[in-house]
């Protein structure tokens, strides 16, 4: 590139990576196609998009030493998430703080089972999405445990955003995966149910306990994520993500995927050792085994509590009504240490960086093109 960056452009004249240092853009693109753009500016402050709609733009808090605060614009709504920076054997990562606990008697309703099993109409099946994973995912006819149920929420979220992916990437569209699927098991469910009981039991003791001390610790610069805790072994893939297997070849995991954790420690490189327990066609085959960056795996589990926090405040909105059962009163509580204030130039931000990398791109395009007519 004529101003000191580089890029790369594949056979049919897409820009698969590029970085413009004029602009101050990177471009990737995984083997899926979906477009990722990332720039950081001069105070810190990191702007991510993906895909045409969806995007965050991160910034320190002041008044908050190692938290930040991302505000995330979908399509062109708004919302506001505080996570802390931490480290672990010189990687770095961000760990979710969640803006609101409920009573514990809430929570206590929401991990054991309801006292009879309960039909429940999600709507979906009029929804693009839901036609096309039907052969993947089937939601339950029933459901014993309020667990399942958000199981079940937060697959059918990530599918949500795994189709949109899909749509916007720019590869060849289908009616749907096809008759080579594997649905996600009841096995598999029961094992991300397991996960969902195990924080809901997490954040009934956070919000039993004083959320001041929550406050980083001078003296402890480092601290093991979440994602290698020796309880949480499960994980549902949340971004698309290019991945080498055993063997060096590269396949693809997207959101809705399922992957076990295999190894406790972190490798010399910050990766994590992985095995695949569903997977959608085209992407990483079923007990493949890989190897993800720990900050990845950990964006994978704080995407997993804060949907599982959505779902739970569908459920405290909602006890006795679309067909759920009445529940106690939830008395949600704001925690100071999660709470922030929306950015709110994200939108017009994001944007003009979707607009510098289409300008760089049909910059690269056009010398790939003159190249070619050589």
């Avoid at 770095?92 to 429940?120: C, D, E, H, K, T």
Wanted: include cysteine; charge should be neutral; hydrophobic fraction near 35%.
């Amino acid at each position: 590139m004529h101003n000191g960056g580089h890029a790369s452009v594949d056979s049919r004249g897409r820009v698969t990576s590029l970085q413009d240092s004029h602009r101050g853009i990177t471009v990737s693109r995984g083997s899926h196609g979906v477009r990722v753009v990332e720039s950081r500016r001069a105070n810190g402050t990191r702007l991510v998009t993906v895909g045409q709609n969806r995007g965050y733009v991160e910034h320190s808090i002041a008044a908050r030493p190692g938290y930040v605060a991302r505000t995330y614009v979908i399509a062109g709504r708004s919302y506001v998430r505080v996570y802390r920076e931490r480290s672990i054997q010189g990687f770095g990562y961000y760990s979710f703080v969640p803006a609101v606990y409920y009573r514990p008697l809430f929570y206590q309703w929401a991990y054991n089972p309801w006292s009879a099993p309960l039909s429940f109409s999600w709507g979906w099946n009029g929804s693009p999405w839901f036609g096309y994973y039907s052969a993947y995912f089937t939601p339950a006819s029933s459901y014993a445990t309020p667990a399942l149920w958000l199981t079940d929420y937060l697959l059918a979220e990530n599918l949500k955003l795994a189709y949109e992916n899909q749509q916007q990437s720019g590869e060849p569209s289908s009616s749907g995966p096809g008759d080579q699927t594997v649905a996600i098991s009841l096995e598999v469910k029961q094992l991300i149910a397991e996960e969902v009981r195990l924080q809901l039991a997490a954040e009934q003791a956070a919000a039993g306990g004083d959320p001041s001390n929550d406050a980083p610790k001078p003296d402890s610069k480092e601290e093991l994520p979440s994602a290698l805790d020796p309880t949480q072994r499960v994980f549902v893939v949340s971004a698309d993500l290019d991945v080498q297997s055993v063997g060096g070849q590269v396949c693809a995991l997207t959101p809705g995927d399922i992957i076990l954790r295999m190894a406790d420690t972190i490798g010399v490189d910050g990766k994590v050792g992985v095995s695949i327990l569903s997977s959608k066609p085209g992407d990483c085959a079923v007990n493949a085994s890989s190897a993800i960056d720990v900050s990845t795996l950990q964006e994978m589990h704080n995407q997993f509590r804060e949907q599982m926090d959505s779902g739970l405040g569908l459920l405290a909105d909602n006890r006795g009504k679309i067909g759920l059962p009445s529940g106690p009163n939830p008395a949600p509580r704001s925690v100071s240490q999660g709470s922030a204030k929306a950015d709110a130039s994200a939108g017009s931000a994001l944007m003009k960086q979707q607009q510098d990398a289409y300008k760089a791109e049909a910059e690269v395009q056009k010398i790939a093109h003159r190249s070619l007519n050589r």
